[in-house]
Nanobody, 118 residues
């Protein structure tokens, strides 16, 4: 059974840092593009960053230079280091694992709350 478990969300002041982690179980991690998405109240879920199996990374323009995504295949863990946080970074952050070639899957975690106070 595939499971994604996020941790690290918290309340932090603007300018602070947080580190989110997502541990994947079920044997899909090393073959998945891993991503972090966020959803603010009243807004659609949006991609924050993702990292492919070849460790190619992609970031939303709003977080470039502030956030860093990384993966550790030995620990089945993807991490999002968030620096210089802004109030607009507030939201629920979701971990995603997907694959979209000759094998397809798309899994989500339950989310972790990040609140940035001004």
């Amino acid at each position: 059974q595939v499971q994604l478990v996020e941790s690290g969300g918290d309340l932090v002041q603007a300018g602070g840092s947080l580190r989110l982690s997502c541990v994947a179980s079920g044997g899909i991690f090393s073959s998945s593009t891993m991503g972090w998405y966020r959803q603010a109240p009243g807004k659609q879920r949006e991609l924050v960053a993702d990292i492919t199996v070849w460790r190619s990374t992609n970031y939303a323009d709003s977080v470039k230079g502030r956030f860093t995504i990384s993966r550790d295949n030995a620990k089945n863990t993807v991490t999002l280091q968030m620096n210089s946080l802004k109030p607009e970074d507030t939201g629920t952050y979701y971990c995603n694992a997907h694959r979209n070639d000759f094998v397809k899957w798309d899994y989500w975690g339950q989310g972790t709350q990040v609140t940035v106070s001004s």
